[in-house]
C-alpha cells in the first residue's frame, strides 16, 4: 500500500472500521483457455462473451490451437467460469507448455497427441522424472567419453 493510499484511507468519510470491507486488487495478467472451436461462428461467440467481463483489456483466439488469451485485471477461474457459462462449452486453463520448458517431452505422462504442434502437456509427475533420469554413474561414464571432453581417449 502506497503512501497516498493510506493518506487517503485516512481522511476517508464513508463508514468502514474493518478491514473486511476492503477491495482486494485484482492483478493485472495473462489467463490462457482451452475451448473447443470448429467454426467462425464458435470462435465470434468465445471471443463476445470474454469481451465483456469487467477488467478486460485484450482477447485473442486461435482457432486452431482451440486457445483463448485474455490480458487484463482478471481471475483465471472467472474466465473459464464465465466462458463455460455463456457459451456453453466446456473450457479448462491452457494445459499445454512448448517442448522447450520440458527435460523429456515423449516421455509416457507428457506427450499427448491432442496437443497443438510444438506443445506437450504441462504435468509434473515424480514418477516419470525419476524414470528418465540418468545415475550418476551412467552421467560418468558417458561424460568421460563424449565427444565434447577433449581428454577423453588422450594418450598421456
Given at each position: 500500500m502506497g503512501v497516498l493510499d493510506h493518506i487517503s484511507d485516512l481522511f476517508?468519510?464513508?463508514?468502514?472500521?474493518?478491514?473486511?470491507?476492503k477491495k482486494k486488487r485484482k492483478q493485472f495478467q495473462t489467463v490462457?483457455?482451452?475451448?473447443?472451436?470448429?467454426?467462425?461462428?464458435?470462435?465470434?461467440?468465445?471471443k463476445r462473451s470474454v469481451e465483456g467481463m469487467k477488467g478486460v483489456t485484450q482477447v485473442e483466439v486461435e482457432r486452431k490451437a482451440n486457445k483463448v488469451t485474455v490480458t487484463g485485471y482478471v481471475e483465471p477461474s472467472k474466465v473459464v467460469n464465465r466462458i463455460t457459462y455463456r457459451t456453453g462449452k466446456r473450457a479448462e486453463l491452457w494445459p499445454y507448455v512448448p517442448y522447450d520448458v520440458v527435460a523429456h517431452p515423449?516421455?509416457?505422462?507428457i506427450?499427448?497427441?491432442?496437443?497443438?504442434?510444438?506443445?506437450?502437456?504441462?504435468?509434473?509427475?515424480?514418477?516419470?522424472?525419476?524414470?528418465?533420469?540418468?545415475?550418476?554413474?551412467?552421467?560418468?561414464?558417458?561424460?568421460?567419453?563424449?565427444?565434447?571432453?577433449?581428454?577423453?581417449?588422450?594418450?598421456?
Open positions: 476517508d468519510c464513508t463508514y468502514r472500521r474493518s478491514s473486511k470491507y490462457e483457455v482451452k475451448v473447443k472451436m470448429d467454426c467462425e461462428g464458435c470462435e465470434r461467440k468465445v515423449y516421455a509416457p505422462g506427450y499427448d497427441k491432442k496437443a497443438p504442434s510444438g506443445y506437450v502437456r504441462n504435468a509434473y509427475d515424480p514418477n516419470v522424472s525419476n524414470l528418465a533420469r540418468a545415475s550418476s554413474a551412467e552421467v560418468r561414464y558417458t561424460t568421460a567419453f563424449s565427444d565434447e571432453n577433449p581428454a577423453a581417449c588422450a594418450v598421456m
